[in-house]
């Protein structure tokens, strides 16, 4: 199962008796795909870059949760409740992509020689240096226009 963070944006005036309830809802559901909330981080009242406007007014402030969970993919589908939520201004699933599975039958992924065998590759194909001198070749032609 993927690893995803569910971020809640709740209004500035849910009460926590409201917010807890919303929180175990979404748990409840995680529960009944055999799913596992993993992380719940609280990050308070945030201000807004912009005004969120709802049928109850224009909202520039707001309570912001991150729940951390592994749930099947189709669990994305199910949230869709949270849309016709009252106490919500936003939420958003976003699905973690460099996850590594420790103790499972795929092995764990090794990042860092993943990258060494990439840049060997590109360095074969002499990618890496056509970049650089392309940036030269742009400076030389700015410095000549300059002159």
């Not at 009242?45 to 109850?56: A, C, E, F, H, P």
């Not at 189709?74 to 420790?102: A, G, P, Q, V």
Request: hydrophobic residues 35%; contains cysteine; glycine residues 8%.
């Amino acid at each position: 199962m993927p690893l995803y963070d569910c971020m809640l944006l709740l209004k500035p005036t849910v009460p926590k008796e409201a917010l807890f309830d919303l929180i175990a809802w979404v748990g409840k559901h995680v529960y009944r795909r055999n799913g596992v909330v993993t992380h719940l981080k609280s990050f308070g009242n945030v201000q807004l870059g912009y005004g969120i406007r709802k049928l109850d007014g224009r909202y520039y402030q707001g309570q912001l949760l991150q729940m951390t969970m592994m749930t099947p993919p189709s669990m994305n589908s199910e949230l869709y409740y949270l849309n016709k939520e009252d106490r919500l201004l936003r939420w958003l699933l976003i699905k973690h992509r460099d996850f590594k599975y420790k103790g499972s039958s795929m092995g764990e992924v090794d990042i860092a020689s993943e990258l060494r065998d990439l840049k060997s590759v590109l360095n074969d194909g002499n990618m890496i240096e056509e970049e650089e001198d392309d940036d030269d070749d742009e400076q030389s032609e700015s410095g000549e226009s300059i002159s």
